[in-house]
């Protein structure tokens, strides 16, 4: 039975999830995806779409997870890597410095979070825009459209209808866009005049200008990715911060097995209890005294000692 311990309230969609950390064989998973598809064209379909099949399964409410818009999609992932992989991300630059030393820098993932929602905060995107006798009430797209996004990268004005929330006519009758089909909504926004399609076309593109001239990073060296989703930058950033060393993760495996651990049990703990377990055998061989081998640091391949002993 799994337990759903954590929740958060999501604020641009009003919705609240109830979670639980990544486990094992989904770090594993989220990793072979990151090398099987490979980052550009049709392969970051392939690559969202495995991407939420395996998260979903982090959610208990997963039709409410459907509900979420693209904002709060990003933000409840955050908290998900940060609850079950740690709030830090380090980077490595191909770019080197003078001296010959390649560029570090540090990804504080709790930073983001503040940063994206106060920048969400301070464009007030879900205004509503007036004309005559209409009133059109923008919002985030949902992400069930991201995959339309990503078919759609050189073509923004296709896109425009996924962030029209509602529409009121004069006489007070609220239509939900948002229950049309593509090709309804299409319809729809062509009858709407041309004065009231620029208003809402020019507020759109000035939000997605502000949301990618943002440093959401807060770091110099990211200069180069800003977030956005035509580019496919904000898949870019999932793969950044989902990804893990698969040689790395098939010694924790290796490493626990040869203690006789089953490897169904391995697949369903937490990776923070992964790294417990690890731990323990470490203390376990310092006990014996066993100066052959190097300290194991769980995420190192320092952990290649210790399976040296096991094959030897």
Same mark, same amino acid.
């Given at each position: 039975?799994?337990?759903?311990?954590?929740?958060?309230?999501?604020?641009?969609?009003?919705?609240?999830?109830?979670?639980?950390?990544?486990?094992?064989?989904?770090?594993?998973?989220?990793?072979?995806?990151?090398?099987?598809?490979?980052?550009?064209?049709?392969?970051?379909?392939?690559?969202?779409?495995?991407?939420?099949?395996?998260?979903?399964?982090?959610?208990?409410?997963?039709?409410?997870?459907?509900?979420?818009?693209?904002?709060?999609?990003?933000?409840?992932?955050?908290?998900?890597?940060?609850?079950?992989?740690?709030?830090?991300?380090?980077?490595?630059?191909?770019?080197?410095?003078?001296?010959?030393?390649? !560029?570090? *820098? /540090? @990804?504080?993932?709790?930073?983001?979070?503040? =940063? %994206?929602? +106060?920048?969400?905060?301070?464009?007030?995107?879900?205004?509503?825009?007036?004309?005559?006798?209409?009133?059109?009430?923008?919002?985030?797209?949902?992400?069930?459209?991201?995959?339309?996004?990503?078919?759609?990268?050189?073509? !923004?004005? *296709? /896109? @425009?209808?996924?962030?029209?929330?509602?529409? =009121? %006519?004069? +006489?007070?009758?609220?239509?939900?866009?948002?229950?049309?089909?593509?090709?309804?909504?299409?319809?729809?926004?062509?009858?709407?005049?041309?004065?009231?399609?620029?208003?809402?076309?020019?507020?759109?593109?000035?939000?997605?200008?502000?949301?990618?001239?943002?440093?959401l990073f807060n770091i110099d060296n990211m200069d180069?990715?800003?977030?956005?989703?035509?580019?496919?930058?904000?898949?870019?950033?999932?793969?950044?911060?989902?990804?893990?060393?698969?040689?790395?993760?098939?010694?924790?495996?290796?490493?626990?097995?040869?203690?006789?651990?089953?490897?169904?049990?391995?697949?369903?703990?937490?990776?923070?209890?992964?790294?417990?377990?690890?731990?323990?055998?470490?203390?376990?061989?310092?006990?014996?005294?066993?100066?052959?081998?190097?300290?194991?640091?769980?995420?190192?391949?320092?952990?290649?000692?210790?399976?040296?002993?096991?094959?030897?």
């Amino acid at each position: 039975m799994q337990y759903f311990l954590h929740s958060v309230d999501l604020p641009f969609s009003g919705i609240k999830l109830f979670y639980r950390e990544i486990n094992s064989k989904e770090q594993l998973l989220l990793s072979k995806i990151a090398i099987l598809y490979p980052f550009g064209g049709d392969n970051d379909i392939d690559y969202i779409t495995a991407f939420e099949k395996i998260i979903i399964n982090c959610v208990e409410n997963k039709n409410d997870f459907y509900e979420l818009n693209i904002i709060d999609y990003v933000l409840f992932l955050a908290k998900l890597r940060i609850l079950s992989f740690g709030k830090e991300l380090e980077l490595e630059f191909n770019k080197s410095t003078e001296d010959g030393m390649k !560029i570090k *820098s /540090t @990804i504080n993932l709790e930073n983001f979070i503040k =940063i %994206l929602y +106060e920048t969400v905060i301070e464009i007030n995107f879900n205004e509503i825009i007036k004309y005559k006798n209409l009133k059109v009430k923008l919002n985030w797209p949902n992400i069930k459209e991201k995959l339309f996004f990503l078919n759609n990268t050189n073509d !923004i004005s *296709s /896109t @425009i209808t996924e962030f029209i929330d509602s529409i =009121i %006519l004069e +006489e007070n009758t609220f239509i939900n866009f948002q229950k049309f089909t593509k090709k309804e909504k299409e319809e729809f926004f062509n009858k709407i005049p041309i004065k009231l399609k620029t208003k809402i076309q020019d507020k759109i593109l000035k939000t997605i200008e502000a949301l990618i001239d943002k440093n959401l990073f807060n770091i110099d060296n990211m200069d180069w990715f800003r977030f956005s989703f035509y580019n496919s930058s904000y898949i870019h950033f999932l793969r950044l911060i989902f990804s893990s060393n698969l040689k790395v993760l098939y010694q924790e495996y290796y490493l626990l097995a040869s203690k006789n651990i089953d490897l169904s049990y391995i697949d369903d703990i937490t990776i923070s209890d992964k790294k417990v377990y690890c731990s323990m055998v470490e203390e376990e061989f310092k006990s014996k005294n066993q100066s052959n081998f190097s300290t194991i640091s769980v995420g190192e391949t320092s952990l290649q000692d210790l399976i040296n002993e096991f094959e030897g």
